[in-house]
């Protein structure tokens, strides 16, 4: 028999990437097999300023499988010309509640992230 999940709600979120690292918190929507929100998080790259970013995503749940995109990027705070590519994302929910997968952006960058809930 399928689980199925209810992901609304508060995340803390964290991605390892090719270059760096982001840092922040998600606020997910369910509503059947669609997800919605918004993830505000820094991102720190070696040698650079560090940038504060805001962006609205949406998706599906399939089961275990979370897969999403991210929309309406705002860079809130950041170095002269900061700029971020957004990303489609795909994960699964593991045993522990937490969402753990990767991500590519529109320039071929990688990372791995976790989501897992606060609340």
Do not use: C
């Amino acid at each position: 028999m399928k689980q199925s999940y209810d992901l609304t709600g508060f995340w803390r979120f964290h991605e390892e990437f090719d270059h760096g690292e982001d840092f922040g918190e998600a606020r997910l929507f369910q509503s059947g097999k669609q997800l919605s929100g918004h993830i505000v998080f820094k991102e720190a790259i070696p040698d650079e300023s560090p940038m504060f970013i805001r962006v609205t995503i949406k998706g599906k749940v399939e089961g275990a499988q979370v897969i999403f995109s991210e929309s309406s990027v705002v860079v809130l705070s950041g170095g002269e010309n900061a700029s971020y590519e957004p990303e489609e994302r795909s994960g699964l929910i593991n045993a522990m509640g937490q969402i753990v997968g990767s991500g590519e952006d529109t320039q071929g960058v990688n990372g791995v992230f976790v989501l897992e809930r606060i609340l």
